[in-house]
């Protein structure tokens, strides 16, 4: 690993930024009123928001005026992990906190949201009217009978009235949870079966990729199969008549009412999210309202720096945790950007017209996306107006080190790049941005205030400079309360402290810098591991896929039963190419003086697609499975694939093998 001597960073803030960032003047006050240290910068204070947790995290709820109904007795009463209390006897809501702009009278007839489609027509919602709609909203809920910890769900596309449907159902204390209207049935019915809502909030379609898809018949599947509804809310984006029963949304949204916000427990659920449940159903998380005022407020309000006068477009979907993420810049007084289309129509730069016509402070998007940008060969700060873009973030997946030399030359080269990290699992990021610290290449800039994050070794020993398992040492206030319908905690335990007994394992193998720094190198449960040198099938792919006749590829490392390995490289091929004698060669060669040549493929094997989970992650863990001889339907729930035809070329292999 290279020394912070060695390299000289790709981006450095100036005085000016560093001075102006709000995590800058947090210090300088939490020195004055909590302790902390005066002096040695971000890393300073880092440590002491790991060393002095409790005083830390009152520290962050008192700058942001977190707002107690009833105040709390202590900042955290038991530490243990899984289990630990936040808070504990204070009550609040996270409706109330993310329409806190919209008391202003200055700002209530800015925009909250900005909404945009594939016409990349804009359309505002003031602060104001998103107020009264979700007041409006919140008094129809409760007369329907909605009750704290009831679920309300919503099958919707990224649209205002889904933010709306949320903060509405937060307000009445109700617990959220969401789908992509491009989930097909199955997919939706493993989520919301589980967590038996008693409403739900449909469109009858939604446009993608310049066409219109209808979904009224998933919609008629969805009330059939969800006998605990007790209302359906109809959302015509497409223009048709709710069908027999709905609830029409513009009804439901047209009193003006002021909202009234439940006050509840700091540990009361916000919403589920789910994993990407490549096997089994998927893991319902359960995340606190109380846990994520705080930690979002942290995470967006120091580390993204965001405030009012910033505007937030990060390209997501509902059926994806960085939709949540995206709807709590609302928490920070920033405008929210709503992006609701294909990130490549009617080009691949889709998402740079998106930033520049909205004016983007922040916009955060894909490492795929970036480099698909790349490859497309196009010039965004040629072509676009993007001097209000101070910084890009980049999550899903390890941004490779091209992927930060290409915005660094053809967005800006007085670009803040923060690639991030963290999971549906927090809801948030371990490591990514501070806007005070440089950018290296291939790096994120450090672990987040807060977050004890560790690299170790089997044996549960710290290491900087090599490779290890990412582990947090000490709770955070976002991590899951529970999963849901699981009464004795065994799938929560299993799913993070099955290793280190005590202490959260998440499942990726990172490199700890000695400055600092943080390098991803995929997930631990499928790394490659030759001859005792571990590797990250992330470094594969940012080596492979510079490769113009490569489209996207996929690595399996197979511990076989007489001891072997075998390590198979899949390869999907631009139009045009042909994996030929010549083309395996320069992959191979490419690998080997790029990484290592251990890590050069026993075989590279034409694919006709690469499968990825519903949320775009590659599937390296089933394909794994398959070729190990497990059945297809053991190996993978198939409501959780994009494309599940293309499993049978991996259980065909497996079965030739054989």
Known sequence: ?????????????????????????????????????????????????????????????????????????????????????????????????????????????????????????????SWSELRRQVGSLAAELR????????????????????????????????????????????????????????????????????????????????????????????????????????????????????????????????????????????????????????????????????????????????????????????????????????????????????AEQTGATLYGTSAAYVMACRKAGIHPGRDFDLSRVQCVATTGSPLPPDGFRWLHNEVADDLWIASVSGGTDVCTCFAGAVPTLPVHIGELQAASLGVDLHSWDPAGEPLTGEVGELVVTQPMPSMPVRFWNDPDGSRYHDSYFDVYPGVWRHGDWITLTDRGSVVIHGRSDSTLNRQGVRMG???????????????????????????????????HLAEGATLDDALRDSIKRTIRENLSPRHVPDEVIEVPGIPHTLTGKRIEVPVKRLLQGTALEKAVNPGSIDNLELLHFYEKLARERR
């Open 143 to 354: 007369a329907l009978g909605v009750t704290p910890g009831d679920r309300v769900s919503g099958y919707l596309p990224n649209i205002p009235q889904a933010v709306v449907a949320f903060l509405a159902t937060a307000a009445v204390g109700g617990v959220w949870t969401s789908c992509a209207p491009d989930f097909g049935a199955r997919s939706v019915l493993d989520r919301f079966q589980q967590v038996e809502p008693v409403v739900l909030f449909t469109v009858d379609g939604y446009r993608y990729g310049g066409k219109e898809h209808h979904r009224a018949d998933t919609v008629a599947e969805l009330r059939r199969e969800l006998p605990t509804l007790r209302a359906v809310v109809h959302i015509p984006l497409l223009g048709t008549e709710a069908p027999e029963g709905a609830l029409d949304w513009a009804a439901l949204v047209a009193a003006d009412t002021e909202p009234v916000f439940e006050q509840v427990a700091f540990d009361h659920p916000l919403w589920v999210l789910y994993s990407s449940g490549t096997t089994g159903l998927p893991k319902a998380i359960v995340q606190s309202q109380g846990g994520i005022v705080v930690e979002h407020l942290k995470q967006l309000g120091l580390h993204c720096d965001l405030g009012p006068e910033d505007r937030f477009f990060w390209y997501t979907s509902t059926g994806w945790m960085m939709w949540n993420f995206l709807v709590s810049g609302l928490l920070t007084g920033a405008t929210v950007v709503l992006y609701d289309g294909s990130p490549g129509y009617p080009d691949v730069s889709a998402q740079w017209r998106v």
């Open 537 to 571: 099938s992330a470094d594969i792919y940012e080596a492979v896929e510079r490769l113009p006749e490569i489209r996207e590829s996929l690595v399996i490392g197979l511990e076989e039963p007489n001891g072997g390995y075998w390590m198979p490289l899949f390869v």
């Open 1 to 125: 690993m290279t020394s912070a001597a060695d390299e000289a960073p790709l981006w450095q803030p100036g005085p000016d930024r560093v001075a102006a960032a709000a995590v800058t003047r947090f210090q300088s006050w939490a020195t004055e009123h909590h302790g902390a240290p005066a002096e040695g910068g971000y890393a300073s204070l880092h440590r002491w928001s790991v060393d002095e947790l409790a005083t830390f995290w009152k520290a962050v709820a008192e700058w942001f005026d977190v707002r107690f109904s009833t105040p709390y007795e202590e900042v955290i009463g038991d530490r243990s992990m899984p289990g630990a209390t936040w808070f504990t006897g204070g009550t609040l809501n996270y409706a109330e906190h993310a329409l806190r702009a919209s008391e202003d009278p200055l700002r209530a007839d800015a925009p909250a949201l900005i909404h945009v489609d594939e016409t990349h027509t804009q359309v505002p919602t």
